[in-house]
Antibody, heavy 122, light 107 residues
Framework: QVQLVESGGGLVRPGGSLRLSCAAS????????MSWIRQAPGKGLEWLSY????????NYADSVKGRFTISRDDAKKSVYLQINSLRVEDTAVYYC???????????????WGQGTVVTVSS | EIVLTQSPATLSLSPGERATLFCGAS???????LAWYQQKPGLAPRLLIY???SRATGIPYRFSGSGSGTDFTLTIGRLEPEDFAVYYC?????????FGQGTKVEI
């Protein structure tokens, strides 16, 4: 079955950290760019980061640069997002997503996970 | 970064009518790498169109995309009841990739 399944969300205090995971199945994971996108409650979509095949390239939105780190493990068919120094405004549903085609540009997201909820509150 | 501005914010239409949604970019979208998504409450977005005018797998023919450079359009030929949702455009030609703020198509 072709799918992405996120995990690792939860309730965290400001300043805390989380590691989100996204497990892929049903396609050749190593061939694809993978991204993380979030959606704050009642708000629009915000692209956060991508990682290329073989982890050659990574890129981040300015809003998370220096606090978020994306990584992947092709053997485990998983992509991760390490989130540090969490802020209240990081509260959102976090999605992982895969490009419509393998390789570059990888940015039209044809496959999405169900999302994992991150709540930052004291 | 490239700012995408969608208009209108809300589109009030009836089933069977034609919907035209606009997405304007603050600078030219490289290689017309512009996508459109549909999102319903509580669900992940669904890719409709990529590369400005290519329909994604399984997307009905009533959805079409057009445009180039800084001006893009999503057209829904005849609205079906299941088409009432929020629609987002997104550019992925220049990092950071960015989304528009969305257009809500309501009855």
């Amino acid at each position: 079955q072709v799918q992405l399944v996120e995990s690792g969300g939860g309730l965290v205090r400001p300043g805390g950290s989380l590691r989100l995971s996204c497990a892929a199945s049903g396609f050749t994971f190593s061939d694809y760019y993978m991204s993380w996108i979030r959606q704050a409650p009642g708000k629009g979509l915000e692209w956060l980061s991508y990682i290329s095949e073989r982890s050659t390239y990574t890129n981040y939105a300015d809003s998370v640069k220096g606090r978020f780190t994306i990584s992947r493990d092709d053997a485990k068919k998983s992509v991760y997002l390490q989130i540090n120094s969490l802020r209240v405004e990081d509260t959102a549903v976090y999605y992982c997503a895969r490009g419509v085609t393998s390789g570059w540009p990888g940015g039209a997201f044809a496959m999405w996970g169900q999302g994992t909820v991150v709540t930052v509150s004291s | 970064e490239i700012v995408l501005t969608q208009s209108p914010a809300t589109l009030s239409l009836s089933p069977g009518e034609r919907a035209t949604l606009f997405c304007g970019a603050s600078q030219s979208v490289s290689s017309n790498f512009l996508a459109w998504y549909q999102q319903k409450p509580g669900l992940a977005p669904r890719l409709l169109i990529y590369s400005a005018s290519s329909r994604a797998t399984g997307i009905p023919y009533r959805f079409s995309g057009s445009g180039s450079g800084t001006d893009f359009t999503l057209t829904i030929g005849r609205l079906e009841p299941e088409d009432f949702a929020v629609y987002y455009c997104q550019q992925y030609g220049t990092s950071p990739w960015t989304f528009g703020q969305g257009t809500k198509v309501e009855i």
